[in-house]
C-alpha cells in the first residue's frame, strides 16, 4: 500500500513555485513584445513600398490610405517625412482616421484640407468660383469704405407731405395758434358762448333730469 501511495506521488507534477512564475510571465510578454516589433517593421516595409511606387508614379499627386490605427498613422508619417513629402491625417473617430500624402510641389491649399477636415470631396472649379466670389465682396466693401457713409435723403419733406393738414409752417408753431381752426371746429376758449364751468353745467343737466321724471314743463334756457 505504501509503495502504491508513493509511486502516485512521485508520478505527479510539483505546483510551479513563485519563481518558475515570473519567469513564465517574462516569457510570455517578451514574446508578445517581439511580435508586436515584428509587425511594426511589417508594417514599415509595406508602407514604405507603397510610399516608394507613389513617388515613382508620374500620374499621382496624392493618395490616400485606408483607416488605421494611432501606431499604425505615425509609422507612415514617420516614411513620409523622410521620403521628403507631405501628409495629414483627417477624420473624427480615431477607429475611422486616415492619411493622405501629396508631393511637394502639389501641397494643398487652406481650402482644400479645410474640405477634407469636414469629409468633402475638393473641387478645384467651386473652390475657384468661392475664391472670386469672396475677392468681389472685399472690394466692394474697400470701395464703400473709401466713398464714406451713404446719406439717405427721402422724396419729399413731411412738411410738403402733410401741408395740407398743418399748412406750410412747422408742426410745433401751428399747434401754439390760438385762432379758431374751423376745419376741426376747434374753437379758443374766449369765443365760447357757453361761458358756465363744469359744476353749472352738471348741475342744470341734473335739474332737467328731475323735471323731465315729474312731468314739469321746462324752463327756458337763458
Given amino acids: 500500500m505504501a509503495d502504491l501511495l508513493g509511486s502516485i506521488l512521485s508520478s505527479m507534477v510539483k505546483p510551479p513555485s513563485i519563481g518558475?512564475?515570473?519567469s513564465r510571465h517574462k516569457a510570455r510578454l517578451k514574446?508578445?513584445?517581439?511580435?508586436d516589433k515584428q509587425q511594426k517593421v511589417e508594417s514599415r516595409k509595406r508602407m514604405e513600398k507603397e510610399v516608394s511606387d507613389f513617388i515613382q508614379d508620374s500620374g499621382q499627386i496624392k493618395k490616400k490610405f485606408q483607416p488605421m490605427n494611432k501606431i499604425e498613422r505615425s509609422i507612415l508619417h514617420d516614411v513620409v517625412e523622410v521620403v521628403g513629402l507631405t501628409s495629414f491625417s483627417f477624420g473624427e473617430d480615431d477607429?475611422?482616421?486616415?492619411?493622405m500624402i501629396f508631393k511637394k510641389e502639389f501641397a494643398p491649399s487652406d481650402e482644400e484640407l479645410d474640405s477634407y477636415r469636414h469629409g468633402e470631396e475638393w473641387n478645384p472649379q467651386k473652390a475657384e468660383e468661392k475664391r472670386?466670389?469672396?475677392e468681389l465682396a472685399q472690394k466692394q466693401e474697400e470701395e464703400a469704405?473709401?466713398?464714406g457713409p451713404v446719406v439717405v435723403s427721402p422724396a419729399s419733406h413731411y412738411k410738403d407731405k402733410?401741408?395740407?393738414l398743418i399748412g406750410k409752417?412747422?408742426?410745433?408753431?401751428a399747434a401754439h395758434m390760438l385762432q379758431a381752426n374751423k376745419t376741426y371746429v376747434c374753437v379758443a376758449v374766449f369765443n365760447k358762448r357757453d361761458t358756465r364751468s363744469m359744476e353749472e353745467a352738471m348741475d342744470e343737466i341734473r335739474a332737467k333730469k328731475r323735471l323731465?321724471?315729474?312731468?314739469?314743463?321746462l324752463p327756458p334756457i337763458s
Fill in 20 to 22: 518558475d512564475q515570473e
Fill in 132 to 134: 472670386k466670389l469672396k
Fill in 212 to 217: 323731465r321724471q315729474s312731468g314739469e314743463e
Fill in 169 to 173: 409752417g412747422a408742426a410745433k408753431d
Fill in 31 to 35: 514574446k508578445l513584445q517581439e511580435q
Fill in 95 to 99: 477607429d475611422c482616421r486616415y492619411v
Fill in 162 to 164: 402733410y401741408s395740407h
Fill in 145 to 147: 469704405a473709401q466713398q
